[in-house]
Structures are given as C-alpha cells and as structure tokens.
C-alpha cells in the first residue's frame, strides 16, 4: 500500500494502433496494434514483453513523443493526444538518462523547472529537497561524468519528479545497470513511487523487474496485449503458451479433459491421471488442454513412492536452487529444489509429486 493517498492521474488508452514503414523495403510493420488499457491513479503498471513487442512504442505514444494512427489517450478522462510532450504533465525517464553532460546535477534536475519559468528562489528549494529524496544531497556541483551509472539514474529521476508530474514513465530505466545495482534500484523506485503517490508506466523486458514492482504486468507481443494481471495472476495463471513462457521457467503438458465434475477436471500427464481445479467454463469432455506445471511445483523423492517415475538427465547446481531435467515417458520435465541439503546426482531414479492446486490448465491452439 502507498504511504500517501495517491496523487497520480488516471490513463486511459482507447484503441491506440500504430504502423511504421520500413523504408528499405517500404514494408508496414504493426508496432502497436489496437489495444485498450485503463490504469488507475497511484497504480504501478508495467508493460512487459520481448523486443519489437510494442511496448516502447505505446509508451511514447503517451507521452507525447510518437503519434498513434488512431486511438487516443486519456489523463482524468481528457484527451491529450493533440497536446505537446511538454503540456502534458508527465515526467519521463529514460533508458539511457538524457542526461546534459554540460550541466551540473543541479542544472540538470532544474531544467524543467526553468522551462516552465519557476521563480529561482522556488527552483532552488525544489531541487534540494528532490536531490535529498533521491539520495543525492550535496551532489548539486557535480557533474554527470563525476557520477556512477546507479547515481546518474537517481539524477534522471530526481530531474523527472521535480516538475511535480501526476505520472511517471519509465523506458526500461535499469537496463544499464549491472545486476546487483539494478536489484537496488529497482526497489528504490517502487518504495519512492509509493512514497510520491504517482502513477508509473514502466517498460521493460525483464520479468524480475515487472513482478518485483508492479501492481500489474501487461504483457504484450507483436503490438498486442495478450494478458493483464497482477504478478501472482500472470504467473500463476497465464491464458496463453506465450505468457506461460515467457514469465519465468515452466512445464507445458498437452492433454485432454476425461472428465468435469464440480470444477474438476480430469486430466491425464506423463501417464498419470490428476483431477485438476478448473473454473473455465470452456472447458469440456474431451478438450484438448495445457497443463502447466512450474518447476518449483514439484516435489522429488530418492524412492520409488509415486506413480511420476523418471531419470534424472541433467543437473544444474546455483547455489540456493538447484534446477533438474527429469525424463519421464520420454518427455524432459524441468524440476527445481530450493536451499537443498541434499543433492541428487545424474542417472538417480527419483519420483516425483506435484500439488493438484498447482496445476493449471489453459486451451490448446490446434496442433499442439
């Protein structure tokens, strides 16, 4: 919960598409492709998904900096579409900073409050106590150069916030960061987020960062949205093979419904046959279906308790985990213990256990 009422703005994004055109080969491609999206005031979205997905593009949209072909965007139910970047009261932080290498730190977060002619007494006052919030006290004289890569993202933000915006939006803001840094950062911004009460648009590629910070992940591919939900939603409970993979590590088992009976559904995996939760009304006899089983589901045994009978193929030691490939019936299913005290080896025969509830099932496309 945000420590403050949230003094974000509401967005709203109707039917927004946008194609470009490849000028070598006059091609049109699809960057965005009709999609609706409403976030709440002082929400904490991110847009998630690979490369040419859609996702920097529906941000830019946003702000002002590309101009969708239809659709519009909405602040507080008004439309902004027609309005440049900078009327639109929205703070920006980009991917490599922006930041003028000319300037000093204070120079740099002052900027865009002297664009908007704020007296110089109330300049100053405001870059001081942004510089304190982001942990930059005393850094005002510096310049960029002089700053490491976590301190010159904290410059980007302070720069970004000091304007007062009801939302933030963040281009994949922690990509140049090496990972121990991007881990802190990333949980310094969601804590100042809340903090604030702002509304954040966040884009990036990787899902540790969108289910660490968000309030909810859109995930998107080829200028579509294919799920939005909170983070345990998307990953417990994908709707489609795309999401189901692309969130974190994941077994898909294809099979068909036996039979349903008080929203259970009978399903037969590796062999075996489970009764599985099942709310989807779509499902019915004889459905062709998706069970998904994540790695850290199953439980595995040295003896000879269970029906999931395997050999174990491969062994990946990390630590605090330890990931297994488990051949089943000739199907490798991927298999991860945490803090383990004891570790199997290679060729062991092992059996293997999985919790009915964490099993999930979603529809199969056709072939599968």
């Given at each position: 919960m945000s420590s403050v009422e949230p003094v974000g703005a509401d967005i709203g994004i109707n039917h927004i598409s946008k194609t470009f055109s490849v000028s070598a080969t006059k091609a049109l491609i699809k960057a965005v492709n009709d999609i609706s999206l409403h976030i709440s005031r002082g929400e904490f979205v991110t847009l998630l998904g690979p490369s040419g997905c859609g996702k920097t593009t529906t941000l830019r949209i946003i702000a002002g900096f590309e101009t969708a072909d239809s659709g519009e965007v909405l602040v507080d139910g008004k439309p902004i579409s027609n309005m440049l970047p900078n009327k639109r009261d929205l703070g920006m932080v980009f991917q490599d900073y922006a930041l003028f290498p000319h300037m000093s730190v204070f120079d740099n977060v002052a900027y865009g409050l002297k664009q908007r002619k704020v007296p110089k007494k109330d300049i100053k006052d405001r870059v001081a106590e942004v510089l304190k919030l982001v942990g930059l006290e005393g850094f005002g004289n510096r310049s960029p150069s002089q700053l490491s890569g976590g301190q010159q993202q904290r410059v980007a933000l302070a720069r970004a916030i000091v304007i007062k915006p009801r939302v933030l939006l963040f281009d994949e803001p922690l990509s140049n960061l090496d990972a121990k840094l991007r881990v802190i950062m990333r949980n310094e911004l969601r804590k100042l987020q809340q903090r604030l009460g702002i509304t954040a648009i966040y884009v990036t590629h990787d899902?540790?960062?969108?289910?660490?910070?968000?309030?909810?992940?859109?995930?998107?591919?080829?200028?579509?949205?294919?799920?939005?939900?909170?983070?345990?939603?998307?990953?417990?409970?994908?709707?489609?093979?795309?999401?189901?993979?692309?969130?974190?590590?994941?077994?898909?088992?294809?099979?068909?419904?036996?039979?349903?009976?008080?929203n259970k559904a009978h399903i037969?995996?590796?062999?075996?046959?489970?009764?599985?939760?099942?709310?989807?009304?779509?499902?019915?006899?004889?459905?062709?279906?998706?069970?998904?089983v994540r790695p850290e589901s199953f439980r595995m045994f040295p003896e000879d308790k269970t029906e999931l009978k395997g050999q174990i193929k491969d062994r990946v030691y990390l630590g605090s985990v330890v990931e297994y490939t488990v051949a089943i019936r000739e199907k490798d299913v991927v298999v991860m213990q945490y803090d383990p005290s004891e570790l199997h080896e290679v060729s062991d025969e092992v059996s293997l256990t999985v919790p009915t509830g964490n099993i999930h099932l979603m529809p199969a496309i056709q072939g599968e």
């Open positions: 899902q540790g960062e969108a289910m660490s910070m968000s309030d909810r992940i859109v995930v998107m591919s080829q200028g579509m949205i294919l799920q939005v939900g909170t983070p345990q939603e998307i990953y417990r409970y994908p709707k489609e093979r795309f999401v189901a993979q692309f969130i974190g590590k994941v077994n898909l088992f294809p099979g068909k419904v036996t039979r349903i009976h008080e037969t995996i590796l062999g075996v046959e489970f009764e599985v939760p099942c709310t989807n009304e779509a499902f019915q006899e004889s459905s062709d279906v998706l069970a998904v």
